[in-house]
Each structure stands twice: as C-alpha cells, then as structure tokens.
C-alpha cells in the first residue's frame, strides 16, 4: 500500500472510528442484553454488525446513483453531511447523543419479554449504521475515483465492524472494569476530532460550490 492509500485508509477509518464510536454503543449494548443468555449476546452483536455492514455498503455504491435521481449535487451532501457530522460531534462534547441512546435503551427494557431480536433495531440502525455513518460512506466513495480507492475505503469500514463486533462481545466485561466515567472521556475527546473532520467536509464542500473551474 503505497502513501497515497495509507493515508486515505487512515483518514476513513478514523472518521468512521469516530462517528461509530463502538466505544459508546458497546455500554448501551451490554444495557439491552444485560439478564440474557451469553449465546444470544454473542449471536446480536454478530447480526448487528452484519446488518449495519450490509447498509454501509448499499449506500457506499447506491448512494451516489440515489443522489442523482432525487437531483442532489454531491457537492451539496458534502456540506449537509458536514453539518450532520458538526451536530453529532456538539451532541458528543456535551452527551446529548450518549443520553438518547440510553433513554432508547430503557425503553426497550421496558418492553422487553422475552430475549428480543435487537440485531436490526435499535443496534444495526441506527446505532452502529446511522446518518452519520452512511453519509461519512457516501462522501468518501464520491472522492473515489478508482477501483483501488474504493476498496481500500471500504476496507476501512471492515476494520472498523471489527472493531464494533470486538467491542460488543466484551462489551459487559469492559463496561465492569472501565465504568461510565471513561466512555464519557472517550466520547467527548472525538466528540473534538469529529468537530473538526465535519468542518473540513463544509469547507471542501464550500469551496468546489464557489471556486471550482
């Protein structure tokens, strides 16, 4: 892998790193499965990352060919998937997004009988596989212009599933020794990252709309 693709390689999985943040879905998984068999854990977490792999990459390849039929430039989705990504990463400094997710947790516990299928909602969508995600997906398959770019992308979202399914199979034991404390820390330090990855996104965005040509 020469410069040029290890630099993208890092640049997608850092971003996707951020706006999966397994690290903050991994509590909120150990949450809705907390009382159930170990092998029905195991078996949500495999399906979910499944699920949530299988959505990345429809809109990865798809998301360009939809954006052409509804009209939108994909210069427009770089800015509105920038300001997406601006308002996930203000929800992560100050754990709005953290909070949503554990108040849709608790509903789902109070529904619950029975062990329940989670693996599609709320865990594949749209935890693991939500707007940010797709458009993160989408924005850097648009900037591919070859076989090669794109493949080491979607390479980046594989090593990120990892990532995911690793985390949401000892996510119980993690969430024991680490506590809230710690994810907290970890949210909101990409909470920062992902503020400044988003304002690039606008920026380029900006610039192609009034100073491309």
């Known amino acids: 892998m020469d410069t040029a693709m290890l630099d993208l390689f ?15 879905v ?4 150990a949450t809705m ?38 009209g939108v430039s994909l210069d427009a989705f770089r800015v509105a998937g920038g300001l997406m990504l601006l308002l996930m990463s203000l929800e992560m400094l100050f754990e709005k ?11 789902m516990l109070e529904d619950e009988d029975g062990p329940e299928d ?15 995600s797709i458009a993160a997906m989408m924005i850097f398959m648009s900037q591919a212009h070859d076989l090669t770019s794109k493949a080491v992308i979607v390479g980046a979202m594989g090593a990120n599933m990892l990532f995911a399914l690793i985390m949401l199979l000892i996510a119980p034991w993690l969430l024991h020794k ?3 404390t710690f994810g907290a820390l970890i ?3 990409f909470g920062v990252i992902l503020a400044a990855l988003s304002m690039q996104l606008i920026i380029d965005g ?3 709309v009034f100073f491309a040509g």
Do not use: C, N
């Not at 890092?10 to 903050?24: E, H, K, Q, R």
């Not at 991994?26 to 998984?29: D, G, L, N």
């Open 187 to 189: 949210t909101r330090v």
């Open 118 to 132: 989670i693996s599609v909602f709320p865990l594949a969508i749209p935890l693991l596989g939500g707007p940010g």
């Open 26 to 29: 991994a509590p909120i998984f």
């Open 10 to 24: 890092l640049t997608a999985f850092v971003t996707l790193f951020v706006v999966i943040d397994a690290l903050g």
């Open 33 to 70: 499965t907390a009382g159930q068999p170990t092998a029905h854990s195991r078996a949500m977490a495999i399906k979910g990352t499944f699920y949530a792999s299988l959505l990345l990459l429809s809109f990865a390849f798809g998301g360009e060919w939809l954006l052409g039929r509804m």
């Open 97 to 107: 997004r953290q909070a949503r997710r554990e108040s849709r947790a608790e509903a």
């Open 206 to 208: 900006l610039s192609h």
């Open 178 to 180: 680490l506590g809230h």
